[in-house]
């Protein structure tokens, strides 16, 4: 049996990080609320904020839930949506 190939993503850890960071902004919650909500220690969202570690998949859908942000928004933004972006203050001059 021939099976399709997997698709794969290659984001960049600093975009994740910027469009977590101002989905979180936008909803207003802190590192320490958003760690309480979505059990990812706040320490580990820091570090993926700041794009210094990658955000796994299961993470960004927890993410998503606390912050009541579609998961497919996130991942358009982080992928380069204007439209979104705009909305996230992202890439305003």
């Keep these: 049996m021939v099976g ?23 909803v207003g919650f802190n590192l320490r609320q958003s760690s309480e909500i979505s059990g990812i220690d706040w320490r580990v969202l820091s570090r993926i904020e700041r794009g210094e570690r990658p955000c796994r998949v299961t993470e960004l859908v927890s993410l998503a839930n606390t912050y ?3 998961a497919d928004r996130m991942v358009r933004a982080i992928n380069g949506d204007v439209k979104i972006r705009a909305r996230l203050g992202l890439d305003l001059e």
């Design 68 to 70: 009541e942000y579609p």
């Design 4 to 26: 399709r190939p997997q698709r794969t993503f290659e984001l960049a850890d600093a975009a994740v990080g910027e469009v977590l960071y101002a989905v979180r902004y936008q």
